[in-house]
């Protein structure tokens, strides 16, 4: 598996005021959209390139664009979805699909409870989003039900990670590239990424 770190400044000043446990919804939510349009800049950086023909107000020129691939943001439920804006401003064209999972709070294991997928999945690049991969459970399962679906370019998008969800992504999916932000300590009794923000999804949408 190929981690990715993403340390530019904008992104790490950015991540501080995630972490804040003083920054309130609003501040928090369009924050983790800043923070996933600039992820997005990075993860996409591989795409193709095609030259094509085009008459500017002053000449004809040479230029480039990018060469017909389809894209699918994936977010997972409920978090993943605060990550979405933020980059389908930059892409508007990708479709999005929704993968629903939470965790159990006694066994700390995926449990899958919605998934739509767009019909011709194998033939785009996915994009997992997820702030946090953390016991890495939802992360392997979402990457499983797109392989299942017959995707086949899969890449993470995590704000924050845990050494166990790496290592779990690690071991059960080798060819997903994950991006992050910040590989930090260790989990909690209850799961929870140390230091790292709290709950991402409590967080975005305000609900504790």
Known sequence: MSLV?????????KLTI?????????????????????????????LPLEDVEITTPVAR???????????????????????VD?????????????????????????????C???PDIMERDCFVLDPMLATGGTAVAASGYLKEAGARSIKLLSILCAPPGVAKMEE?????????????????DH?????????AGDRIFGTK
């Open 61 to 83: 020129a040479s230029s480039k664009m990018i060469s017909g691939k389809k894209l699918a943001l994936v977010p997972i439920l409920r978090a993943g979805l605060g990550m």
């Open 172 to 188: 059960e999916h080798p060819d997903v590239v994950v991006f992050t932000c910040a590989v930090d300590d260790h989990l909690n």
């Open 5 to 13: 770190l993403l340390t530019h400044p904008l992104i790490q000043h």
């Open 86 to 114: 933020g980059i389908i401003s930059l892409v508007p064209s990708a479709k999005v699909a929704h993968i629903g999972l939470y965790r159990d709070p006694e066994t700390l294991q995926p449990v899958e409870y919605y």
């Open 18 to 46: 995630l972490r804040d446990i003083t920054t309130g919804v609003k501040i928090f939510r369009e924050v983790v959209g800043e923070i996933a349009m600039l992820m997005c800049y990075e993860a996409m950086r591989s």
């Open 116 to 118: 739509k997928l767009p």
């Open 191 to 199: 799961g929870y990424i140390v230091p790292g923000l709290g709950d």
